[in-house]
């Protein structure tokens, strides 16, 4: 049973396309991430949701669009794809975006999504 | 949150203990010392994470020093397969945002 899913593993189009990535967590948590690692291994956060509100925007192009339509879904759609977009897109959840005393924080990742655009 | 300080790299023989050391003499008296590790072509993958005391699970331990300004991650007995980046992060908790800032992290190489 995989905790945090995403898909496709693997992506390659052109410039100019929209695509989207598709993510779920069958854990019961509230609170679900994008992250993109980039070609230098950085991992950053893009957004954040919280019982399908947004709480964290990264200053992200609005290129990117995150939907959640329930609270274990979270798809990140990009419009009008550019070679910069290239990258490892991550999806994580975890129990709760305001915590108490630590318990309940650990953030759990997905396998990743590999976009190359060509 | 508070900015951490690892070596970009070190080599560890397989069956041996390997030490992961980090710095975060800014780390305020909320914060959590959290470890996270990324497998080549994998998502991160949460170690432990700690406040004040050491810990200690099924993967590893964690040593905090008395002042919080630094910790250690062990793995008692590395095998090839602990062959990672691994991630230091400090962040407050409880934390309105719940976000992990990652930095560069120490690549660890397991050799036999």
């Known amino acids: 049973d995989t905790a945090v899913s995403q898909t496709p593993k693997y992506l390659v189009t052109q410039m100019g396309n929209d695509k989207s990535i598709k993510c779920e967590q069958n854990?019961?948590?509230?609170?679900m991430y994008w992250y993109k690692q980039d070609s230098k291994k950085f991992l950053k956060i893009m957004f954040s949701?919280?019982?399908?509100?947004?709480?964290i925007n990264e200053t992200v192009p609005n290129r990117f669009s995150p939907k959640s339509p329930d609270k274990a879904h979270l798809n990140l759609h990009i419009n009008s794809l550019e070679l910069g977009d290239s990258a490892v897109y991550f999806c994580?959840?975890?129990?709760?975006?305001?915590?108490?005393?630590?318990?309940?924080?650990?953030?759990?990742f997905g396998e990743g999504s590999w976009l190359t655009v060509v | 949150d508070a900015k951490t300080t690892q070596p970009p790299s070190m080599d560890c023989a397989e069956g041996r203990a390997a030490n992961l050391p980090c710095n975060h003499s800014?780390?305020?008296?909320?914060?959590?010392v959290y470890w996270y590790r990324q497998i080549h072509s994998q998502g991160p993958q949460y170690i432990i994470h700690?406040?004040?005391n050491n810990e200690t699970n099924e993967m590893a331990s964690l040593i905090i020093t008395e002042d919080r300004k630094s910790s250690t991650l062990i793995l008692p007995h590395a095998t090839l397969r602990d062959t990672a980046v691994y991630y230091c992060?400090?962040?407050?908790?409880?934390?309105?945002?719940?976000?992990?800032?990652f930095g560069q992290g120490t690549t660890l190489q397991v050799k036999p």
């Open positions: 800014t780390i305020s008296g909320n914060e959590y």
């Open positions: 949701y919280n019982n399908k509100e947004l709480i």
């Open positions: 994580a959840s975890s129990q709760s975006g305001v915590l108490r005393g630590g318990v309940g924080n650990t953030i759990y």
């Open positions: 854990l019961g948590h509230d609170t």
């Open positions: 992060i400090v962040r407050v908790s409880p934390s309105n945002t719940g976000k992990l800032i």
């Open positions: 700690g406040l004040k």
